[in-house]
């Protein structure tokens, strides 16, 4: 039910002021075109810019019929030859016209256009809404919080790998390529990441001046590249929509194995040097294989549901709610290293351990967005948005040795790290549940039509615009410590193997290890508005911060959309209650 809202002078004398914003200059001023208030200029400067004035015309970018020419020759003098007692008059009804007859044709009428409506009209709204001089916001990349940290042993039976291995992963929001305008549009948007995902595996093994080999840390940053398709249809007197986004995106695989070594053969005698050891083997480091692989995958599905809720001239506002839905695959990742007791220089036993995360949580995320236009040229839009996770990941880990067996020694740490549960001897699998992070999002948008021709046959507009998006966690990260092995042993100084004493594996960690983040990023871009109903967009977004708030080097977007339908019913200040 609508109830409508008497329009107040005073607020449309407020937003027109000349002091708001302080465009009040000829680039800034709007001239009432008297065919099209809302799409092109306007030659009169009117009170209110925005206000549209009372019994406007259809928009029509037919030119006038030529004037015909003057003619130069008097009138005629003669009076007519047949008097008009003489004209026969017609004899037979049109409706008796007798077969053979040729009936009068009645005068040619020009048959109705195809509604045609420029896209800035159509992706946000009828010819008379705000929405007309604000195209989509481009948007940016957010954080995602599942990653996992692991130790490893030896590469080969004499390299010590110095630093834990690693994963991080991302994922987008509900402002990217968005209006608070429900609008009927088909749409493909491109986004590339540089260094946007990363994987630590180790380097080529050095000989220390201790007589340890060495494996440092070495990461590897992958480029994200993704497409999205997408549609988005109105309903109820296009006060309503719905929105479905279809990603698909190249990097960092979901699946990977980290293996550190390939076995070349068996060497002779045991680890322990008696007939019961476990036989040696020898081992090449492979560090090639601890930097993952890249893959195409198909990614989250995502429903956006959205509803105006107040539209003026000058303003609408609109909220609605975003499902994520989880399509994409599940994170796998299986890690091969290799031991042998402590004064052994070459391999006695391989570990395979199995780290599968499901992709179970189902992302709720209400917004509210608006767009406002204080002059005709000038508009800013924003959107404020929580992403909120329902249910849990489930990991499950498992830890088998495939080579050797190995116990703790009689070693006290090992023993009481096995009574306390904290670490298990192999083989085991455990399940764990693992919550994602709660996270609030304000996305703020500015823009100014620097050419605005709709009767143009190819560019009809062009729009600069300026964006900032803020993302912030609001509770912090769980982190799920796996159990350890409890056979395992690690050095307390990896830098200086040779005089650190042996102290019990750390356990695998799950979770956002940055836990709380602050992520600012600025997209600058334009938007082309390519005939009736096209537009192409492109941006390039920065992070403004550094270290931890962070999740790429710099984005290049593309979004090329296209809006179907017929124009909307003119504005009408309500409250959709």
């Known amino acids: 039910m609508r109830s409508r809202l008497v329009k107040r002078a005073p607020l449309w004398a407020l937003l027109s002021g000349a002091g708001l914003l302080g465009l009040t200059g000829p680039a800034a001023q709007a001239q009432y075109h008297p065919t099209n208030p809302w799409g092109s200029g306007w030659h009169q400067p009117q009170p209110w810019p925005c206000y549209p004035p009372p019994q406007v015309q259809p928009y029509s970018c037919v030119p006038p019929a030529a004037p015909l020419p003057p003619t130069t020759a008097p009138p005629p003098t003669t009076p007519p030859t047949t008097p008009p007692e003489t004209t026969t008059p017609p004899t037979t009804p049109p409706e008796t016209t007798p077969p053979g007859t040729t009936p009068e044709t009645p005068p040619a009428t020009t048959p109705e256009a195809e509604p045609s409506i420029s896209p800035e009209r159509t992706g946000a709204g009828s010819p008379g809404t705000l929405a007309l001089s604000a195209p989509n916001m481009l948007g940016d990349l957010l954080n995602g919080s599942r990653s996992i940290h692991f130790q490893l042993l030896r590469a080969a039976g004499n390299v010590n790998v110095i630093s834990p291995g690693g994963t991080t992963i991302i994922n987008p929001g509900v402002a990217e390529n968005n209006s608070p305008i429900p609008a009927d549009r088909f749409y493909y948007r491109y986004n590339y990441f540089n260094d946007a995902l990363s994987f630590t595996g180790f380097s080529n093994p050095t000989f220390s001046t201790a007589g340890v080999f060495n494996a440092s840390a070495a990461t590897k940053f992958y480029n994200v590249n993704q497409h999205t398709f997408g549609f988005e249809k109105t309903f109820f007197g296009d006060d ?338």
């Open 240 to 577: 309503f929509s719905v929105e479905m986004r279809v990603p698909f995106a190249t990097g960092l695989a979901s699946s990977n194995i980290f293996s550190s070594g390939t076995i070349t053969g068996p060497l002779p005698g045991t680890d322990t040097g008696l007939p019961g050891g476990n036989p040696l083997f020898g081992v090449t480091p492979t560090p090639q294989n601890t930097l993952g692989h890249e893959a195409t995958e198909f990614g989250d599905l995502s429903v956006i549901l959205k509803a105006l809720v107040y539209e003026s001239p000058c303003l609408a506002i609109s909220g609605g709610l975003g499902v994520g839905i989880p399509t994409a695959p599940d994170t796998k990742l299986l890690v091969v290293d290799y031991s042998s007791i402590a004064q052994s220089s070459v391999a006695s036993g391989q570990r395979a351990r199995n780290f599968n995360i499901q992709n179970n949580i189902v992302g709720l995320s209400p917004y509210l967005a608006f767009l406002a236009r204080p002059t005709c040229r000038f508009f800013f839009q924003g959107f404020w948005q929580m992403d909120i996770p329902v249910g849990s990941n489930t990991i499950t880990y498992s830890d088998v040795q495939t080579l050797g067996v190995f116990g703790t020694g009689g070693r006290p740490d090992l023993e009481a790290a096995l009574a306390s549960g904290a670490s298990r001897l192999p083989p085991f699998t455990v399940q764990r549940d693992i919550d994602e992070q709660t996270l609030m999002h304000f996305d703020f948008g500015a823009g100014f039509w620097l050419v605005q021709n709709p009767c143009a046959a190819w560019i009809t507009g062009i729009v600069p615009t300026v964006e900032l998006h803020y993302t912030t966690t609001l509770d912090n990260a769980q982190i799920v410590n796996l159990p350890g092995d409890a056979s395992a042993l690690m050095f307390a100084n990896p830098l200086q193997p040779a005089t650190s004493p042996l102290v019990p594996e750390a356990p695998p960690r799950v979770g956002n290890l940055r836990n709380r983040v602050d992520i600012l990023d600025l997209t600058l871009g334009a938007t082309v508005f390519l005939g009736d109903r096209t537009t192409l967009a492109t941006g390039v977004a920065f992070p403004l911060k550094g270290v931890d708030n962070r999740t790429f080097d710099w984005e290049f977007q593309l979004q090329l959309n296209f809006y179907f339908g017929g124009p909307r019913r003119p504005p009408e200040p309500t409250f959709l209650r």
